[in-house]
């Protein structure tokens, strides 16, 4: 669960703290180990759209998301941001650091105004030989992330625009996935949207503009009201 509003009257390093022990990686390190790893870590304050690191730069450490949501993509050769993953608090991302790899194979931005922690490579390395516990649950949150990744590029390569998004408004309204008319507001700007479905802003309208024509939803800005919940799962469950 993300930290709530009052660890922000807590000292930096206790908030830091409090952060970790809520992140899997750290969920099997006493009080005083974790107030150790705490000592070594930087908290960094984002506005939205603040870029955390560039791909192509030096991986020198990973991250957690205190607050707010962060989103890991990669630019295509046309500018476009594809986007790979977004994390949350108390989610942790940029693990690839941990490994042999010298710079970063992604970027990473806040979506929102955010705070992360910075955790720096070489002193965790260090805790690792003291902890094996930390290296296991590394490769657990690493192996999420891998798998999300191949999912992603499983369904940008084989499935339909159409099928794309129609699974996501019905994963991101549950009354509708149930087969009841609904209402989702969109819980990310339209740009996030395309940059996680992996497609360009034309396609995207062209594709609710599709939708809208065929009476499945109606859009209203960010509010989209789902009127046909079975024939948009239909196309969901399409190619």
Not at 188 to 201: A, D, E, I, N, Q
Request: charged letters at 20%.
């Amino acid at each position: 669960m993300p930290l709530s509003n009052h660890s922000w009257s807590l000292s930096p390093k206790t908030a830091i703290a409090a952060t970790l022990r809520q992140n899997r990686m750290f969920s099997s390190l006493n009080a005083a180990d974790l107030e150790r790893v705490a000592e070594s870590c930087v908290l960094r304050v984002l506005q939205k759209n603040e870029v955390i690191f560039h791909e192509g730069q030096p991986a020198d450490g990973f991250y957690i998301v205190q607050s707010g949501q962060v989103c890991v993509y990669r630019t295509t050769p046309e500018g476009n941001h594809q986007i790979i993953s977004i994390f949350r608090a108390p989610q942790s991302f940029a693990e690839v650091a941990l490994g042999e790899m010298s710079t970063f194979p992604v970027s990473a931005s806040a979506l929102e105004p955010s705070s992360v922690i910075f955790i720096r490579k070489n002193p965790f390395r260090e805790r690792i030989t003291k902890h094996p516990d930390l290296a296991l649950n590394m490769i657990a949150t690493m192996s999420v992330h891998l798998k999300n990744l191949v999912q992603l590029l499983q369904d940008v390569k084989e499935r339909s625009i159409e099928s794309r998004l129609a699974e996501w408004l019905l994963r991101h309204c549950p009354a509708a996935e149930a087969g009841c008319p609904a209402i989702i507001d969109l819980p990310m700007t339209k740009k996030v949207l395309v940059g996680k479905l992996g497609v360009t802003s034309e396609t995207l309208s062209r594709t609710l503009g599709r939708f809208r024509d065929d009476a499945l939803i109606r859009v209203n800005g960010p509010r989209i009201t789902i009127l046909q919940p079975l024939k948009l799962k239909a196309s969901a469950d399409g190619p």
